[in-house]
């Protein structure tokens, strides 16, 4: 599978973007989609997860704030990101793999990758 990123760019503070991810092939019921994000000089770290019956988890730091989603048709996640923050910044991933675990504590074993597309959110 291979995915492209596009939508990043520059906002201000409380602004808005939309992330899109466009995958080769249809990833909807097979895999498990995911966003990530890395910040000049800190490790990446997952944002928002998307399992294959559509149930979602994010990080706190961005929750009530970004939603993930899926065109099924277009084989394209989304990464709907409001009111964003300075510490958003960085670059983000789209990623999709396998899901493993239990009900309870579900996990998502990421395969492929995309290269990423910056954000910059600014005062």
């Known amino acids: 599978v291979q995915l492209v990123e596009s939508g990043g760019g520059a906002v201000q503070t409380g602004g808005s973007l939309r992330l899109s991810c466009v995958a080769s092939?249809?990833?909807?019921?097979?895999?498990?989609v995911g966003w990530f994000r890395q910040a000049p000089g800190k490790e990446r770290e997952g944002v928002a997860t998307?399992?294959?019956?559509?149930?979602?988890s994010y990080q706190d730091s961005v929750k009530g704030r970004f939603t993930v989603s899926q065109d099924n048709a277009k084989n394209t996640l989304y990464l709907q990101m409001n009111s964003l923050k300075i510490e958003d910044t960085g670059m983000y991933f789209c990623?999709?793999?396998?899901?493993?675990?239990?009900?309870?504590?579900?996990?998502?074993?990421?395969?492929?990758w995309g290269q990423g597309t910056q954000v910059t959110v600014s005062s």
């Open positions: 998307m399992f294959s019956d559509d149930s979602t």
């Open positions: 092939e249809s990833t909807y019921g097979s895999y498990c």
């Open positions: 990623a999709a793999g396998i899901s493993y675990g239990t009900i309870w504590d579900r996990r998502c074993a990421y395969n492929y």
